[in-house]
Every structure is written in structure tokens, then in C-alpha cells.
T-cell receptor, first 112, second 117 residues
Framework: AQSVTQPDIHITVSEGASLELRCNYSYGATPYLFWYVQSPGQGLQLLLKYFSGDTLVQGIKGFEAEFKRSQSSFNLRKPSVHWSDAAEYFCAPGGGADGLTFGKGTHLIIQP | GAGVSQSPSNKVTEKGKDVELRCDPISGHTALYWYRQSLGQGLEFLIYFQGNSAPDKSGLPSDRFSAERTGGSVSTLTIQRTQQEDSAVYLC???????????????FGPGTRLTVL
């Protein structure tokens, strides 16, 4: 069965510090991979996506993610977080007729 | 251009009543998706429409749930005989192309918050 794991429910980082959010998936084949962000009272916004090719993907707001086939991982990173990055982050493999399979999400808290 | 819109934004209903939730996708998008977001279950995929094709209903949580898409555009998600466990935020998304293999970016609406008393 298709599944995705975001092992960190909450992460707290200081403003200006680096960030890495973990995502592991289990699929029959390498799926399409997405990261979405949901700010309080806002809808889901796409940060970045991976289809094929370069394993390091650049997204909006200074985010990037690296696909590692051997580890079935697609971790999200940002070199320096800003207070406005506080939000819920979802990793989501899949798409198409089967829809996206969302992880449980990681709640990011930014400390001043 | 306009994004995905959903109405109503909030709906409070009594247990046992029927509700209809509406989604207007981005103009020109052929694929439309419904998801449900709840505290206990997270984000769950419910159903997918590609154009006017009949959808796969296997992801709907029970036979009280149904969905239709008219003219390949607007979609309505109907919940009959609502139960308290149906309380959630119902999200709609659309994408431009979306063959069955996926990969297209899904653009999400703001959601409808359903509360069943």
C-alpha cells in the first residue's frame, strides 16, 4: 500500500537557523513528490515538486528538497528560516487518478 | 487569474441533514479533486474527476457521500444523513491536465468547514 511518513509532528527552530523537514514514502515505483505548506487560515500552497531528473529541486520562498531513491526520502530544507515560515508542512507523493497521499504534516514553530 | 473557489466557506448542520458543498475549479482545468482534512485522519483523498469521465468512487468514506461534476467544470460533493464524524474541512483542488499518471500541480481552494452538531 502507498504510504508517506513525516516523523516529526512539531519542529521548533530559531529565526535565521537552517531547517530540514523529513519525509519518507513507500510506493511501488518512484512517485511524483510534492511539498505543500498550509498557513493558519490559508489554503494549501505548493512549495515544490519532483518528477524526474535532478534530485535537488528548488521551490518558492527559498525552499529546496532532495530526492534520495535509496532512502525513499524527499526531505525539505531551507538555509535560513523567517518568522513567516511558521506553518504546517505536508509531504505528498502521488497525484493523478489516485490523488495525493498526504503525510500527517509537520508543524513548524519559529522562535525569535 | 481566479483560483479555485468553494462555497460555502462554513456550514453548520444538524445530524441527519443533507449538505451540498460546491467547488468551482480554475477555468480550463480538466482535473478536479476532493479531499477531507480532519484532526483525526489528516488529509484524505476522496474522489477525482477527469473532464466528464465517470469518477472512481472507491475513496469516498461511505455510501452517504456522492459527488458529481457538471459540464466538466463545477463540482458538488453531497453528504446525506450527516454524522458528527463528517465534521471536517472539505478541500477541492484542480489541475490543468492530469493523465492518470499524475504529476500535475494541484491548486487548492480555501475549503468548506463543515460542522455537524
Amino acid at each position: 500500500a502507498q504510504s508517506v511518513t513525516q516523523p516529526d509532528i512539531h519542529i521548533t527552530v530559531s529565526e535565521g537557523a537552517s531547517l530540514e523537514l523529513r519525509c519518507n514514502y513507500s510506493y511501488g515505483a518512484t512517485p511524483y513528490l510534492f511539498w505543500y505548506v498550509q498557513s493558519p487560515g490559508q489554503g494549501l500552497q505548493l512549495l515544490l515538486k519532483y518528477f524526474s531528473g535532478d534530485t535537488l529541486v528548488q521551490g518558492i520562498k527559498g525552499f529546496e528538497a532532495e530526492f534520495k531513491r535509496s532512502q525513499s526520502s524527499f526531505n525539505l530544507r531551507k538555509p535560513s528560516v523567517h518568522w513567516s515560515d511558521a506553518a504546517e508542512y505536508f509531504c505528498a507523493p502521488g497525484g493523478g487518478a489516485d490523488g495525493l497521499t498526504f503525510g500527517k504534516g509537520t508543524h513548524l514553530i519559529i522562535q525569535p | 487569474g481566479a483560483g479555485v473557489s468553494q462555497s460555502p466557506s462554513n456550514k453548520v448542520t444538524e445530524k441527519g441533514k443533507d449538505v451540498e458543498l460546491r467547488c468551482d475549479p480554475i477555468s480550463g482545468h480538466t482535473a478536479l479533486y476532493w479531499y477531507r482534512q480532519s484532526l483525526g485522519q489528516g488529509l484524505e483523498f476522496l474522489i477525482y474527476f477527469q473532464g466528464n469521465s465517470a469518477p472512481d468512487k472507491s475513496g469516498l468514506p461511505s455510501d452517504r457521500f456522492s459527488a458529481e461534476r457538471t459540464g466538466g467544470s463545477v463540482s458538488t460533493l453531497t453528504i446525506q444523513r450527516t454524522q458528527q464524524e463528517d465534521s471536517a474541512v472539505y478541500l477541492c483542488a484542480s489541475s490543468l491536465l492530469s493523465g492518470a499518471g499524475g504529476g500535475d500541480t494541484q491548486y487548492f481552494g480555501p475549503g468548506t468547514r463543515l460542522t455537524v452538531l
